[in-house]
């Protein structure tokens, strides 16, 4: 299963993922980060805590939520267990989201 | 807008379909959840696709190609809703079974893609499969979306390459590694500071496309032995997974992706060293993978009974002047520059390709050609490994269209032997350090490769310290391996505390590595020679996944000296472009001098065609001719024998001083700037001075060598 919540105030936008964040369940996480386009947002942290599993699909809503939002939007991700740390390691995630 | 052709128009146990695209071949993504899938065979006479849950023996669809989904010799369809990050695929194949006349069609067999992007059943490197499967190496299907960030192919020029020749695990894998993730894509990428540091600007890997390591594989004196080096493709298009720390979750592919990016960042280029002579399906007792059920008369060379020609040593030949392959091949190319951004590819026993489809040499092979004039392989380096097991040898002469790079064996051979003393190579080592014109000469020396050591063979550190090659570990008795390897153990065989014994070997290292980074050419070296890693006598590594292999990095700070001698002769030739001129001028230059002149132990007098130990060689780089700050004399001094040689320097411009680059001596005989005009080398020892403007009388008098 597979769950999120997204939250703003002002500028900030608050991201909680739980679950398998798998290519069945990513466009739809897509879809609502697709919608902060055009918005003033300056800075997206990803609450990872419960996140249970993330691959090719999840990293992909994370680099497309940095490319559209722009170089001035700070991703944060925080609460990252340790799968979830290497996978982003190993991948070249980390160039485009911070681990806090 | 709506595309009417986003609906399927076959159902079949749920699962939903319509008639695909014939290009490209292979699995692609089609919106958000349908994948194109399309494969070429000319002889099938029935096509099924098999979709598979990952890691799942029996396949959860099984879908006929309607005869109308077939457009010629392609099979294709667009299947719906798949979760792509979980799903593999293979094919099953129908139609003759005729070896004598070259057909192998088997419907039981699951077929690999050979288009596949990624390969999983071996995710984990030397994870032991489950042989029951009957798919063993399983299609996946990948997003090819990678946000490269601007990244692109270097194109740094070939003439200022300098080549470092390694193995993605070997590199890593052994503790003293100390990175993160040892022997992967991941873990190479915490070396990228070590090689700015050592200042090399070009990688070549060892093959990383899909190979299974357990080809072949056995234990022998409880070590299990591996197919590790991977000359043995089971697919052209997938990286290696087993090489991937990320390989489990699907994202190998990203994983190397990042690997190349970051290279680029640091000025590195990736090449690949690919293997197209031939795949990991072997002759007639050999597995069915994928080509032999799909097409084994297009895929492969064959005898007039249908036998396997073995032009490759490795049990089957590619047929790779056959029009189709030669397509497969070149789009194998492409997908790696345009979807990687490869810098290069370094072919392996390259004299294959070639050969026609009776296996003959050809004069004006099509492959050769239409990939040194591909536009998509414009500006990528292409190098020959110029001979194969068939006896074709065409170093010197291999068809180049003015494109191909060759690994110089001769080079290799004749810094062998001369390094240990062999006068009769003297002369010939004359043309070496001038970046072979006898070879190259209608070309460049941008066409000569020069090594002394590769994976294919001694270390650099075993080629100083053994006679023989020590492979009874390869479980061969010894019978593996070349047997030529002009290697000279300097007293002892092996390890040995006999102090006289070991400095010598460092010289002749660092010997080895002078001649290596002062020749016109392009240098390669092979990791690791740079703090005497050693494979303790094993000149065949090929099956050894262990510390034969694998890079001891506690090796570099007992020989940090041999480190900073290399690192010192990568900055100096990257400084002074006059070492890497590859257009065989033999004039004069601006300063009236000759640019590369040769000389005894009295300066201009040498005869350089009889057997000589004793010689120094001399660059002449004007500031005005190169661009450079400062006119530059490079000075050196080379002394085989086995006695102390004196050498008097040549005169150069007033103004001008002598200055110590790099000594490869330990008797700390330094030039003394002050009185002397000559330098006395130690026995089998290199000397490197820098002939520059006096300190003194330059503004700020900063030090430039």
Redesign the interface.
Known sequence: MFDFKVTENAGEVDVVLKGRL???VA?QLHEEMAKMQGSDIKKVTFDVKELEYI???G??VI?FTK?KLGADTQIFMKDVNDDVK??I????CD??VTII | MIRIDEYPTHELNGIKYRCGRVQPFGASVVGNSGVNFSIFSSDATYCELLLFHHGVREPFARIPFPEEFRIGNVFSMIVYDLDIEELEYGYCMDGPYDPEHGYRFDRSKILLDPYAKLVSGRNVWGSEPDWEDPFQHRGCVILEDYDWEGDKPLEIPMKDLVIYETHVRSFTKDESSGVRYKGTFAGLLDKIPYLKELGVNCIELLPIFEFDEFENSRVIDGERLYNYWGYSTVCFYAPKAGYAASAPLGLAADELKNLIKQMHKAGIEVMLDVVFNHTAEGNEQGPYISYRGIDNKTYYLLTPDGFYYNFSGCGNTMNCNNAIVRNCILDALRYWVADYHIDGFRFDLASILSRDENGAPMTSPPLLETLAHDAVLGKCKLIAEAWDAGGLYQVGSFPAWGRWAEWNGKYRDCLRKFIKSSAECGPELIWRLKGSPDLYGNRSAEASINFITCHDGFTMYDLVSYNEKHNMANGENNNDGSNDNDSWNCGAEGETDDKEILSLRRRQIKNAAGLLLLSRGIPMILSGDEFANTQYGNNNAYCQDNKISWLDWSRLKENKDIFDFFKTLIAFRSKHPVLRRSDFYTGMNSLGYPEMSFHGSRPWEFDENSPFLAFGFMYVEPAVDYGTRDDSFIYCAVNAYWESVSFELPAIPEGMEWETVAYSGDDRAKYDKNTDNSVTLMPRSLMLLHGHTKRNTRKGGKKDV
């Open positions: 798998d290519a069945t466009p691959a090719s699909a990293l992909r680099i490319q290497q996978v390691e190993m991948t070249g160039n485009f």
